[in-house]
C-alpha cells in the first residue's frame, strides 16, 4: 500500500481546510468504502480526514413533520430511530437490508450515499472501465453483466449505484446538505446521482473539499405507508437484483398519491416517475400496478445476462404495491 497521511478534524470548518491541504483527500467516516477502494488501488487518495468527531449524528424532527439526518449518524442507529421506523418505514427497512450487522454499525449515512459502484471491471483494477479510466472503454457491455443495469444506461457505463438507502431517500424526495470551501449547498437527491452518459466518471455533484453534512427528508404524510421489498441472491448480505420503495394513498379504491423508487436496475437510484403517473387517478388494483409496471419498464435495456431484471422488476413493483395496499410487511 502506497503512504497515505491522517489528519483529525474537530469541527466541520476545520474538516475543511484539512481537506484542502491535498488534492487528493478524502473524509473518512466508517471507511468502510473509501479502505476497500485505496486497497484495491481505486482511489487515488492520499490523505485522509477523519471526521467522527464531528456534531453530525442526530436524527431531528423538521418543522413540516420530516427528519433531518445527521451524515455521521450511524445506519443502524437510524434505522432504528422511532421517528423513522413510523414516518418512514421504506427507509427503516432499506437501511436494515443495506449491509451487514457488523457493517450498519459503522457505515455512515453520507457515506453510504457516496460510495462507489460495486461493478467488478471497476475494483478489479485491470479490466477497461470509463469511470476508473474516462476513454478505456467499459468491459461489462459484453462481459459478465448479471448485476448491471437494465435502465439510464449508456454505451460507456451499465454499472449499478449500490445503495439501498438513495433508492428510499429518492422516493420521499430527499435532499443533500454538503458545506465546503464555497459555503452551504442544498442538492435534491435525484441530481445528486447524475446518469452515466458520456462522463460516468462523474458520479455526484460533490466538489473537492465537499462535505455531505445531513440529509433532510421532507415532511411527507404518505412515508408512513411505505414499504421496501428487495431481491437479491442470498438471504444475508447482499446486493440487490432488484430493489423497490413503494407508497401509496388511495381514496375510495382510487389512487391519490403513489411513491416509487428502483434499485439494482439503473445506474442511479430511479424514479420510477412513468409507472407514478400511470397510477394516479386509477384503480388501486392489481391488474393497474401491472400496467403501471410495464410502463416503466417498457424502455430497457437489457444485456446478455441480465434480461431477467426485466419481468423481475415488474413483478417486484406489483409486489411492494400490493403490500403496501394490504398494509402488510414484506
Given amino acids: ?54 456534531p453530525l449524528t442526530d436524527v431531528a424532527d423538521r418543522s413540516d413533520g420530516g427528519l433531518r439526518i445527521g451524515a455521521l449518524a450511524r ?13 418512514y418505514p421504506a427507509i427503516s427497512r432499506a437501511l436494515l437490508l443495506g449491509a451487514s450487522e457488523q457493517l450498519r454499525n459503522m457505515a455512515s449515512i453520507g457515506g453510504n450515499l457516496r460510495q462507489r459502484t460495486r461493478c467488478a471491471y471497476l475494483r478489479d483494477g485491470v479490466s477497461p472501465c470509463n469511470k476508473r479510466e474516462p476513454g478505456a472503454g467499459c468491459a461489462a457491455l459484453e462481459g459478465l453483466n448479471r448485476g448491471h443495469a437494465i435502465l439510464g444506461t449508456s454505451e460507456h457505463c451499465i454499472a449499478t449505484h449500490p445503495s439501498d438507502l438513495a433508492v428510499a431517500l429518492v422516493a420521499f424526495d430527499a435532499v443533500i446538505q454538503t458545506a465546503g470551501p464555497d459555503g452551504e449547498r442544498a442538492i435534491l437527491i435525484d441530481d445528486f446521482f447524475p446518469l452515466p452518459g458520456a462522463t460516468p466518471e462523474v458520479e455526484h455533484p460533490i466538489a473537492p473539499g465537499e462535505l455531505i453534512v445531513g440529509v433532510e427528508v421532507p415532511g411527507a404524510p404518505i412515508g408512513r405507508c411505505s414499504v421496501y421489498v428487495k431481491y437479491r441472491d442470498r438471504q444475508s448480505y447482499e446486493f440487490a437484483l432488484v430493489s423497490v420503495a413503494a407508497a401509496l394513498e388511495t381514496d375510495d379504491g382510487i389512487v391519490t398519491d403513489v411513491r416509487l423508487a428502483l434499485g439494482g436496475v439503473a445506474t442511479k437510484p430511479w424514479r420510477a416517475r412513468r409507472a407514478e403517473a400511470a397510477l394516479v387517478g386509477g384503480p388501486a388494483d392489481e391488474s393497474a400496478f401491472r400496467r403501471a409496471a410495464a410502463t416503466e419498464l ?14 423481475l422488476a415488474r413483478r417486484a413493483i406489483v409486489r411492494a404495491l400490493r403490500h403496501v395496499l394490504e398494509g402488510t410487511r414484506p
Fill in 75 to 87: 445506519m443502524n442507529d437510524v434505522a432504528r430511530t422511532p421517528a423513522v421506523v413510523q414516518r
Fill in 298 to 311: 417498457a424502455g430497457a435495456d437489457a444485456r446478455r445476462h441480465n434480461a431477467f431484471k426485466v419481468e
Fill in 1 to 54: 500500500m502506497r503512504p497515505l497521511t491522517y489528519s483529525r478534524a474537530a469541527t466541520v470548518d476545520d474538516a475543511i481546510a484539512l481537506a484542502a491541504t491535498s488534492s487528493a483527500s478524502a473524509f473518512l467516516a466508517g471507511g468502510t468504502t473509501e479502505v476497500d477502494l485505496i486497497r484495491a488501488g481505486v482511489s487515488g487518495t492520499d490523505h485522509l480526514v477523519d471526521i467522527n468527531d464531528l
